[in-house]
């Protein structure tokens, strides 16, 4: 059965008219990550300004944007994991020659998407209260949580569609119009917080509420931006696919993106249960731990780019059958993130103390934050390991074997490494079982993904000869 699925694969290959089947490795990834780096760099840089702003109304407002943190990116998860599969998707059916059945994909894994997280959100909205007062958040912050994340579940459809969006473009091999998109919609969020959240002239100061409105305003620019591109590149249908299709291509999307969201959404689960570790510690340790998590987007930014534009080459390559091309891109990029992540673990460590001076003015909460960009951060190359290969596998195709991994990393190494490191040693043993599980989880996922790729470019081999 498998030697005649990648018969079919190899009789598939056929002429996608795609740099990324063709040119150079180093240089296709260089070509796709740069532009796509630049509009996550500002993304997350103004993410950051978000949670400056927020700082600046006091310890409570900033433990409750921590305490957000697990319940907001389990819809972002949910919404990636869609993304995912979309790009596994619409990449391999364009690796594949089929430009139409690509585009009529897209339109409906746009619908699909947008359908799901808006029951999701419902249901966040209605059990608010309940769901952050298991995460241990007093009534005090909750009265903090509530307006924000009243206004986040209600827009959260927004979020959706540049996301969904940016999966297509990326599909396609453009991750410039994508870029320009997250670029300007962290723009507006950023200049809409401080005049939100504070107030200016006849703006009245809404604290909370404004830093949502903020959020939900930039994300309602990029939905427009996005579906206007989209229309303009003509990478989706204006009519709406038959019956049998839109289920057939939702089978297609959800078979990869429903274990990829699973897999996404064990991260906020995992950090769920951290924060509720970090609850144990008092307000200053949830808050300081929630700055070290925010900080950890602009320093793991390599990893996230490379994450979204290493699949896309994976995928065409994968519909062409061209496995060698798979494997060199996978141990490139893998290979780098070791190397850089190490460099950015060295400036965070010498700017620990001045950072942590930027969100607070609390001694106890800086000692937090220094304290977890002094180790933490160590074991980033070694996340990024696990997170390539997460994506190269669903890449492939292969959701189960993403999720396996996600779930050994977080629920075999990371919880149980964590927690017993701060029983042992408190907040040091914590941050320090951290790195060791990232280490562990690593030299598991680089020797199977190799050992996967290379058993299967034999089996191809093998075909090859027959024919």
């Given at each position: 059965m498998?030697?005649?699925?990648l ?11 795609s740099?990324?089947?063709k ?13 796509m780096l630049?509009?996550t760099?500002?993304l997350?840089?103004f993410?950051?300004?978000d ?5 600046l109304l ?23 994991g869609?993304?995912i599969g979309t790009?596994a998707v619409?990449?391999r059916?364009?690796g ?5 059945e690509?585009?009529?994909d897209?339109?409906v894994?746009l619908?699909?998407?947008?359908s799901?997280v808006a ?8 059990f608010?209260a309940n769901?952050f ?10 009265s903090y949580?509530q307006?924000y994340m009243?206004?986040?579940?209600l ?5 959706v569609?540049?996301?969904?969006g ?9 991750t410039?119009?994508p ?11 950023a200049?809409l917080d401080?005049i939100?959240i504070f107030?200016?002239?006849?703006i009245?100061?809404?604290?909370m509420?404004g ?11 990029g ?6 591109m ?11 696919p ?6 057939v ?24 249960i ?8 008092g ?12 900080l ?6 390599i ?13 065409q390559?994968?519909g062409a059958?061209?496995w060698?091309r ?7 990029c893998?290979?780098?993130v ?6 950015v673990y060295?400036?965070l ?11 607070s ?6 000692h ?17 390991i696990?997170i390539?290969?997460?994506s ?17 990393r977080?629920?075999?190494?990371y919880?149980?490494f ?15 079982g ?8 690593a030299?598991i996922?680089?020797h199977?993904f190799?050992?996967?790729v290379?058993?299967t470019?034999k089996?191809?081999d093998q ?5």
């Amino acid at each position: 059965m498998g030697g005649r699925f990648l018969l079919v694969e190899i009789m598939n290959s056929i002429k996608a008219p795609s740099a990324l089947l063709k040119g150079d490795i180093k240089a296709t990834m260089v070509a796709m990550t740069v532009p796509m780096l630049f509009g996550t760099l500002i993304l997350m840089t103004f993410n950051i300004v978000d949670t400056f702003f927020i700082s600046l109304l006091g310890t409570e407002p900033l433990a409750a944007i921590s305490f957000t943190f697990p319940i907001s990116f389990t819809l972002i998860s949910l919404a990636i994991g869609l993304s995912i599969g979309t790009s596994a998707v619409i990449a391999r059916a364009l690796g594949q020659g089929k430009t139409a059945e690509a585009r009529s994909d897209a339109t409906v894994a746009l619908a699909l998407s947008c359908s799901i997280v808006a029951l999701m959100s419902a249901a966040g909205y209605f059990f608010s209260a309940n769901i952050f007062k298991a995460l241990g958040a007093s009534d005090l912050i909750y009265s903090y949580i509530q307006p924000y994340m009243d206004l986040w579940f209600l827009g959260s459809v927004l979020l959706v569609i540049p996301m969904i969006g940016n999966a297509i473009l990326r599909a396609a091999g453009d991750t410039k119009i994508p870029s320009l998109i997250m670029g300007a919609s962290g723009l507006v969020n950023a200049v809409l917080d401080p005049i939100l959240i504070f107030g200016i002239g006849p703006i009245p100061a809404m604290h909370m509420h404004g830093a949502a409105m903020a959020t939900v305003s930039s994300w309602l620019v990029g939905s427009i931006a996005m579906l206007y591109m989209l229309n303009k590149r003509n990478l989706i249908d204006l009519d709406w696919p038959s019956w049998s299709f839109l289920k057939v291509a939702s089978k297609k999307i959800l078979s990869i993106g429903l274990p990829a969201a699973a897999a996404n959404m064990l991260t906020p689960l995992a950090m769920a249960i951290l924060t509720a570790m970090m609850a144990n510690y008092g307000a200053h340790a949830v808050a300081g731990f929630g700055v070290g998590v925010r900080l950890e987007s602009i320093a793991c930014l390599i990893v996230l780019t490379l994450s979204m534009t290493l699949p896309p080459f994976i995928s065409q390559n994968f519909g062409a059958g061209f496995w060698h091309r798979v494997q060199q891109g996978y141990q490139l990029c893998g290979k780098f993130v070791l190397v850089w992540q190490l460099l950015v673990y060295l400036v965070l460590a010498i700017l620990a103390i001045p950072l942590a001076r930027l969100f607070s003015d609390e001694p106890e909460v800086i000692h937090i934050i220094s304290l977890f960009l002094w180790i933490v951060p160590l074991g980033y190359g070694l996340q990024g390991i696990t997170i390539l290969t997460n994506s190269s596998f669903n890449a492939l195709h292969l959701p189960v074997k993403a999720m396996g991994l996600s779930l050994v990393r977080l629920f075999v190494f990371y919880v149980p490494f964590a927690w017993l490191g701060g029983y042992l040693f408190g907040l040091l043993g914590l941050f320090v079982g951290c790195v060791l599980a990232n280490a562990c989880t690593a030299s598991i996922a680089w020797h199977w993904f190799n050992q996967v790729v290379t058993k299967t470019a034999k089996m191809g081999d093998q075909v090859v000869k027959k024919l």
